[in-house]
């Protein structure tokens, strides 16, 4: 994946937006791929979370790319350069993460094995939607557990056995599921998480390339996942 994520310019003088959208192509009513920018800029821009020093975590914007995994990014307040992390919340000093939706789970219940006191797995079912397999080890958020919740066993194509740590579980129906990843770099088409294809990385030993995949600022749907937009 090349540097060169595109950023969207909108100029103070006449109001004109430059670069709004990676493509004019539109799939599913929305437009492939993603641009960076300020997040306060008419249209859909890639909304990173953002440590700039040591100041707090914030919602941010992407202003330019420094690197394959280092961007220039603002809080709004605060500006600096920080590198793509693996987590949802950066807690790093210059560190950044861009959530990515493999998934969702619509109509979505999470039920704890135990009907009340503390419980550490629980049933999520929901109607499946997007281009990415449910799979052992993902992320799924919106569950109402707090701290990391993972998939622990696929049980069916809309149901799957999720583990937390150990708390009350308050259960959960109807809501808005999602399977997620973070990226590792990002173009104006295509996102990488951390995670492996299974394939070799040349020139590494014992490395592998990470998962790749086709995006757009929109719900994940049979086609693309979703990058974080604002």
Request: charged share 20%.
């Given at each position: 994946?090349?540097?060169?994520?595109?950023?969207?310019h909108t100029e103070s003088a006449t109001g004109i937006i430059h670069d709004r959208n990676a493509m004019q192509q539109t799939v599913n009513g929305a437009f492939v791929g993603g641009t960076g920018g300020l997040t306060s800029q008419t249209g859909s821009q890639i909304a990173p979370r953002v440590k700039v020093g040591a100041n707090?975590?914030?919602?941010?914007?992407?202003?330019?790319?420094?690197?394959?995994?280092k961007f220039r990014?603002?809080?709004g307040t605060n500006a600096g350069t920080c590198t793509l992390v693996n987590l949802a919340t950066p807690t790093a000093d210059n560190t950044m993460s861009i959530r990515v939706d493999t998934a969702t789970l619509t109509a979505g219940t999470a039920n704890a094995y135990v009907a009340s006191g503390a419980s550490t797995s629980a049933f999520v079912t929901g109607t499946f939607a997007g281009p990415v397999a449910l799979a052992v080890g993902q992320v799924v958020l919106g569950t109402g557990a707090t701290g990391t919740v993972t998939i622990t066993a696929v049980n069916t194509t809309s149901n799957v056995t999720v583990g937390y740590t150990s708390q009350t579980f308050?259960?959960?129906?109807?809501?808005t599921f999602y399977t997620t990843v973070y990226a590792s770099r990002i173009s104006n088409k295509s996102v990488r998480d951390f995670g492996t294809n299974g394939n070799p990385q040349a020139g590494t030993v014992g490395g592998f390339n990470p998962n790749e995949y086709r995006y757009h600022l929109a719900e994940p749907d049979s086609i693309f996942v979703k990058v974080a937009y604002a």
């Open positions: 994946m090349a540097k060169g994520l595109k950023i969207t707090s975590e914030a919602a941010g914007s992407i202003t330019s790319q420094k690197g394959s995994k990014v603002t809080d308050a259960n959960v129906a109807g809501g």
